[in-house]
């Protein structure tokens, strides 16, 4: 029973280091970033701090799953509930920002976003959670709250995720150049990819269903890095490197021309 | 039809044609706001005078003069109706159409660009 737990406590702890590894090396890159791309580019360092930070007490929660602890399992699920419904935040402000360009307009309109969260985890923390149920490979709370369910599917749920759907439509009917291409969907697929598994994680009741979500969760994390800072053997292979070629300066081209 | 001619977005949009290599067409400042102007007086005559206003900046009176010849008259865009005085054609208004298009192409292709730069 314990190593379904253990297992999951470690794909949690996979997913922690892991955002918090890309959160780190984005932040620090942000010298190569232009002003332009700065507010986007600490969006998502927020962003994937936040699922860091929601999967810290999930690993802690999992380990006291295992060890029989179901008070700490309540603490740790509550403290998690609240990185969790603030992830829409950010990831609001960065489509907004990089659609529009205006800084405070997507400010505002996230801002909404922090009161949706604020009211999901003011009705999740009043009408309280059902559980824990232990399974095998899980521990699960049910949400003791239509309206916070309803909450937390339309307004974390649906309205970021047609975002995402819409900006990636829109980088798919223009022609760009393929590493443009692969450089701007691969993010969106990614953020996506962590995005609604973790939502489906948060409200599945069956617990193979919910260690598969995050084990799609770590693939999108490790995606997400992959898009930002792909090897140059994978650039090679998906022909996506910006420039292959050294600049020939050397001789005349009307020299080339004529076969000189 | 009427609608204003906005000549810093004209020089712009002629200037990132200049940049993809296309100088004369849909790159050329004079040719656009000369087809422009054209398009504007559809069914009216065309003078100088009015041309003028919006190519000082950028040409002198002889360069019009010679493009008007050389350019859209050869070509059949506009008709010289008297001395000094141009309408322009049907094909003249394809011209026009196709240099809207030039325009629209620049904004979607400016769009997507600050996107991208936006794109940490």
């Known amino acids: ?260 | 039809m009427a609608f204003e001619i906005d000549v810093e977005m004209e020089q712009k949009v002629a200037d990132f044609y200049q940049s993809l290599g296309i100088n004369q067409g849909p790159g050329d400042i004079q040719y656009r706001l000369i087809l422009l102007v054209l398009n504007k007086n559809e069914g009216k005559v065309t003078e100088f005078a009015d041309i003028r206003e919006y190519t000082d900046r950028f040409a002198d009176k002889g360069s019009i003069g010679s493009k008007m010849k050389t350019v859209f008259q050869l070509e059949g865009l506009v008709e010289k109706v008297k001395r000094g005085g141009y309408t322009i054609t049907d094909k003249g208004i394809i011209a026009a159409n196709f240099l809207k298009d030039t325009t629209d192409f620049y904004k979607k292709t400016k769009r997507m660009g600050d996107i991208i730069e936006r794109m940490p």
């Not at chain 1, 794909?11 to 620090?28: D, Y």
């Not at chain 1, 942000?30 to 930070?53: C, R, T």
């Not at chain 1, 829109?170 to 939502?199: E, G, K, N």
């Not at chain 1, 997400?224 to 910006?242: M, V």
């Open chain 1, 1 to 260: 029973m314990t190593a379904g737990l253990i297992l999951n406590a470690t794909i949690c702890f996979a997913i922690t280091v892991s955002s918090f590894a890309f959160a780190w090396v984005l932040a620090s890159s942000e010298d190569k970033h232009n002003d332009k791309s700065k507010p986007a580019l600490w969006a998502l360092v927020i962003l994937w701090s936040l699922v860091a930070l929601t999967y810290l007490p999930t690993t802690i929660r999992m380990i006291a799953a295992a060890t029989d602890h179901p008070s700490l399992d309540l603490i740790m699920y509550n403290l998690a509930a609240v990185p969790f419904s603030m992830v829409t935040v950010p990831l609001i402000f960065f489509i907004l920002y990089v659609i529009t360009g205006d800084q405070k307009i997507s400010g505002y309109i996230s801002f909404l976003f922090i009161l949706f969260g604020a009211t999901y985890l003011a009705l999740l923390y009043s009408n309280g959670v059902i559980g824990p149920t232990i399974t095998g490979y899980s521990s699960m709370f049910s949400i003791n709250s239509d309206i916070a369910i309803n909450i937390y599917l339309v307004g974390l749920f649906v309205i970021p995720t047609a975002m995402i759907l819409g900006m990636m439509l829109l980088i798919f009917l223009q022609r760009m150049p393929r590493h443009l291409r692969y450089r701007t969907a691969l993010p969106l697929v990614a953020i996506s990819f962590v995005f609604d598994f973790m939502l489906t994680d948060m409200i599945t009741d069956i617990d193979v269903m919910q260690m598969a979500s995050r084990i799609f969760v770590l693939i999108g994390t490790v995606l997400a890095f992959l898009a930002y800072f792909p090897p140059s053997t994978l650039q090679r292979t998906l022909g996506i490197k910006a420039s292959q070629n050294e600049n020939y300066e050397e001789e005349d081209e009307e020299e080339d021309e004529n076969g000189l």
